[in-house]
């Protein structure tokens, strides 16, 4: 089991960008697909973007295409989510998950690591 742990989020105006962390440990992060994921309240927990560790392929939720970019560093065992142009719509609790693939990477049901979660509020 691989141990995930967020960090990066906060308050930040609309317009604004932020840049989540998750750090890895415990895994071999080349044999996972790795997601974040996000949840605001009385909402179901949503796809954001995903990346194929071994192949750097990525994955985005049509909300995230063009504003989100998901990254991975060289050393393999952190993943980034660098969000910019902020909406209040993003508000959420985000979360950093993993699986072994193949997986749906848009489905939160098929991961089975989730970190704790990090509060991103865009105010308006």
């Known amino acids: 089991q691989v141990r995930l742990v967020e960090s990066g989020g906060g308050l930040v105006q609309t317009g604004g960008s932020l840049r989540l962390a998750c750090a890895a440990s415990g895994g071999t992060l080349s044999d996972y697909s790795m997601g974040w994921f996000r949840q605001a309240p009385g909402k179901e927990r949503e796809h954001v973007a995903s990346i194929n560790w071994s192949r750097g392929t990525k994955y985005y939720a049509d909300s995230a295409k063009g504003r989100f970019t998901v990254s991975r560093d060289s050393a393999g065992n952190m993943m980034y989510l660098q969000m910019n142009s902020l909406k209040p719509e993003d508000t959420a609790v985000y979360y950093c998950?993993?699986?072994?693939?193949?997986?749906?990477?848009?489905?939160?049901?098929?991961?089975?690591?989730w970190g704790q979660g990090t509060q991103v509020t865009v105010s308006s």
């Open positions: 998950a993993a699986a072994v693939p193949p997986v749906r990477v848009a489905v939160a049901s098929e991961y089975d690591n």
